[in-house]
C-alpha cells in the first residue's frame, strides 16, 4: 500500500478524529488492516507481554449493532452537562466555535458509526481494570492505548481515517456480547470507524501553548 508524502511530524500532527470525511461507500481490504495492527505491535507492552488485541468488525449485521449500542450511549452522553463536547465553554469565540465544529462533527458520528465499512475495537487481554490498584490499572490501559494510536497513525499514513471513540463503554458488556469477546478476561478501550477518508489533506489542531501544560522541575 502506497503510503502519503508525510513527515513524521505532518503525521503527527495530522492524524485527526475524521468524522465527516469517513468515506463509507469504498471498502477496505484486510490486508492494509494487517500492515496497521503489524505497525501497531511494535508499540511498549508492560513486561513485554503483548496484550493489546485488535477486534475487526467487517461483519455488516454486527457494525449495526454496535452502530446502535453507541447511538444510545452518545444519546446519555450527550445529556451531560459539562461532559459532552458541545456543552464545555472553551473561554473564547474562536475556541468555542471550533468546540461547536468539533460537537456537530461528533454528533454525525453518533448517526453513522455503523455505516464505517470497518469498526476497529481495541482491547486488552488479561483482567479488567475495576478495583485494580493504580500501578495495574495503568499498566492494562497502557498495554493498549498506544497499540491503537499507532493503529490509527498507520491508518493515516495510508490514507485511512479513524476517531477514537469511549462512549460505547457505558454498554460495554453489550459490546461484548455482539462479537463474543469474553468480557470478565478482555477490557475494551476504544471503538473507531475505519475508511478511507474523503481528500487526504488534514491540517493540525490549533492547540494552547506548550508551557501551559508543562511543569518544570515541580508541579
Ligand atoms: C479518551 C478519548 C475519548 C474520546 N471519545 C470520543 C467519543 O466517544 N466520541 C467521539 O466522537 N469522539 C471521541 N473522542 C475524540 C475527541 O473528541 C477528539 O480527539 C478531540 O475533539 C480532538 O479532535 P482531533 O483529534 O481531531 O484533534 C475521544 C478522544 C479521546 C482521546
Known amino acids: 500500500m502506497p503510503l502519503l508524502p508525510l513527515d513524521a511530524d505532518q503525521l503527527l500532527t495530522t492524524t485527526r478524529a475524521v468524522r465527516k470525511r469517513l468515506d463509507f461507500s469504498r471498502p477496505v481490504d484486510d490486508q492494509v488492516i494487517r500492515e496497521c495492527v503489524e505497525i ?5 507492552s508492560g513486561s513485554n507481554n503483548m496484550t493489546m488485541q485488535f477486534v475487526i468488525v467487517r ?39 471550533q468546540q461547536q465544529r468539533s460537537a456537530a462533527s461528533a454528533d454525525f458520528l453518533a448517526d453513522h458509526m455503523g455505516d464505517a465499512p470497518v469498526l476497529v475495537l481495541a482491547c486488552n487481554k488479561g483482567s479488567r481494570v475495576e478495583g485494580a490498584p493504580a500501578m ?8 493498549v492505548l498506544p ?18 471513540t469511549t462512549v460505547h463503554l457505558m454498554m460495554e458488556q453489550q459490546v461484548a456480547d455482539v462479537l463474543g469477546i469474553p468480557f470478565e478476561s478482555v477490557q475494551q478501550a476504544c471503538l473507531s470507524p475505519l475508511a478511507y477518508t474523503v481528500g487526504t489533506n488534514f491540517s493540525a489542531a490549533s492547540r494552547p501553548p506548550a508551557d501551559s501544560i508543562i511543569h518544570w522541575d515541580a508541579w
Do not use: H
Open 40 to 44: 501497531a505491535m511494535q508499540s511498549p
Open 147 to 164: 497499540a491503537m494510536w499507532s493503529f490509527m497513525l498507520a491508518a493515516r499514513a495510508r490514507g485511512l481515517g479513524t476517531a477514537w
Open 136 to 143: 495495574m490499572t495503568a499498566s492494562l490501559m497502557g498495554n
Open 59 to 97: 461483519d455488516e449485521q454486527k457494525r449495526k449493532a454496535i452502530g446502535d449500542i453507541y447511538r444510545q450511549c452518545y444519546d446519555i452522553y450527550r445529556s451531560l452537562d459539562g461532559v459532552y463536547i458541545g456543552s464545555i465553554d472553551k473561554g473564547g469565540d474562536r475556541e468555542n466555535q
